[in-house]
């Protein structure tokens, strides 16, 4: 659970790693920021946690719980034990009292268990100074395992874990146990290890807001995969067009059964993608596990649900790379007319509708998609609301003819105060025309940017990894007085040097 204890002026929750405690730009999400997006929450922080830490972190939840905890940290009244993994140390327990940025400083050190590989440690702290457990670990000769910043041996995540904070203000400890696979990486560092830390990282932690996430992004593993998590079912999709899916699930069992079990789920389906789908199929071949997958099921996401379909002929219907989008739309919608382009099954029409808004467009070529996205306001109980419009329409034709209305009586047409742009990178358009993001992106700017009324805002977002950023970025700069690049989820890391999956874009007229 992500909570761990809750009342009117405390309020403890176990970080995951892989977020930062407060966030470092605009448009960045910190778990402060995260908090108030999809729990409606504003904390204060009491103390802070590294980004690749995980465990127990303090928030205040009023300005005078905020003026307490400065007087408990100035007279080191709280008490913090951490975990840790590093190599081997000399001596069972010992302390460290080093000066860092010339503050004084003490952290007591313990070890919990020596394994084949890697040893188990304590370390308790009563004020945390930047980085002090890590960089008194490196001054004892003992970097934490993933811990590149002070020479620590490679990993995925950083292998540090906050347990327990004693608090004088709460009448018990606050605890979140390290992650079992922590003792099991002591004797071992295998890949089904590694998966598991991985994803320790995302599924419990966003368990209280939807059954869906991605629990291996591309690049985490050796192999060129990604595993998805849709309700009771996991999705791996391999991009090795020359390894059948048959082949790959056997090669993968015991990591899927690990995964299967470690997220209580039933089973799965393991699907080869293909490059170039608009020729073919979507996916070249698939082959399941586990217990049967329906035709067609139910996820959650907040009080929302979407149906799923998991099988080698479509997508599954929901992009979960637009989670924290989705809610950013929900709290900007009400009352509000707003126009989802390029909708595909609709999911930003559903958290639109389910927030009040005045009246939305649904936009979008593929019959398919938008009969998915009437289902999926009919599950919500949307499905009557008459302020839902499904327009089947090539976007560019449906912006072309938003834009004569417009210029034939200006002063009766109604503007839009929200337009979501979320194209694909490629499409069929039908006819022989096709439809290719980076030739299209500027007109799409221009035409979107001329339908806002002034002050309406617009979501883009695309998946053209090959693309410029700067390009991409700059078409929007063109148009709009405020452009946001919107930091991905949580489970969509963006690593240094590598192109992203998904470019976010917030941004006002």
Not at 141 to 165: E, N, T
Not at 344 to 355: G, H, Q, R
Request: hydrophobic share 35%; net charge positive; aromatic share 10%.
């Amino acid at each position: 659970m992500t909570f761990i204890y809750h009342n009117s002026n405390w309020l403890a929750i176990n970080k995951p790693s892989g977020i930062s405690s407060h966030s470092a730009y605009k448009g960045d999400l910190g778990l402060v920021e995260w908090l108030r997006l999809h729990h409606d929450l504003r904390v204060h922080l009491c103390s802070r946690l590294d980004q690749g830490t995980s465990g127990v972190l303090l928030f205040a939840l009023n300005s005078e719980a905020v003026s307490r905890a400065q007087s408990i940290h100035e007279q080191q009244l709280a008490q913090k034990t951490y975990y840790f993994i590093a190599g081997k140390h000399a001596s069972s327990s010992w302390i460290c009292s080093e000066p860092l940025d010339n503050k004084k400083c003490t952290t007591h050190f313990s070890t919990v268990r020596k394994g084949a590989v890697h040893t188990l440690y304590q370390a308790v702290i009563h004020r945390g100074r930047t980085h002090q457990i890590r960089r008194h670990a490196a001054l004892s000769g003992i970097p934490l395992l993933g811990d590149s910043q002070y020479k620590g041996p490679g990993f995925l995540r950083l292998c540090l874990h906050c347990c327990k904070v004693n608090w004088p203000e709460i009448n018990q400890p606050l605890q979140a146990p390290p992650p079992p696979w922590f003792n099991h990486l002591l004797d071992e560092v295998s890949e089904e290890l590694t998966a598991l830390a991985v994803v320790n990282q995302r599924y419990p932690f966003l368990a209280d807001i939807s059954d869906c996430c991605r629990l291996i992004h591309r690049g985490e593993l050796a192999k060129d995969i990604v595993i998805d998590k849709y309700g009771d079912w996991l999705c791996v999709t391999g991009f090795d067009e020359s390894l059948p899916a048959t082949k790959l699930l056997r090669t993968m069992h015991p990591l899927l059964n690990s995964l299967t079990e470690a997220c209580n789920c039933l089973g799965g389906i393991v699907k080869t993608n293909l490059r170039d789908p608009h020729k073919r199929k979507l996916f070249a071949d698939s082959a399941t596990w586990g217990s049967p997958i329906p035709e067609h099921y139910l996820v959650r996401e907040h009080a929302l649900y979407f149906g799923i379909q998991l099988n080698d002929r479509q997508h599954a219907g929901l992009f979960l790379d637009q989670r924290d989008s989705r809610r950013r739309i929900a709290k900007s919608a009400k009352g509000k007319r707003l126009a989802n382009l390029f909708a595909f099954t609709c999911s930003f029409s559903v958290y639109a509708l389910a927030a009040g808004a005045k009246l939305v467009f649904s936009v979008d070529l593929a019959a398919g998609c938008l009969k998915r996205g009437r289902e999926n306001l009919a599950i919500n109980q949307l499905e009557r609301s008459a302020n839902a419009k499904f327009i089947k329409e090539d976007v560019r034709k449906w912006l072309a003819r938003q834009i004569r209305k417009k210029q034939n009586n200006e002063s009766e047409y109604i503007p839009f105060d929200l337009i979501i742009c979320d194209p694909p990178v490629f499409a069929s358009a039908g006819k022989g025309k096709t439809f290719h993001v980076e030739k299209e992106w500027p007109g799409l700017v221009r035409d979107v940017h001329r339908l806002l009324r002034a002050g309406g805002e617009a979501l883009f977002s695309n998946n053209h990894q090959a693309g410029s950023e700067k390009y991409y970025h700059s078409c929007l700069k063109e148009q709009f007085t405020e452009v946001t690049r919107m930091k991905p989820p949580l489970d969509y890391p963006e690593k240094k040097g590598q192109a992203p999956l998904v470019r976010i874009y917030w941004c006002k007229k």
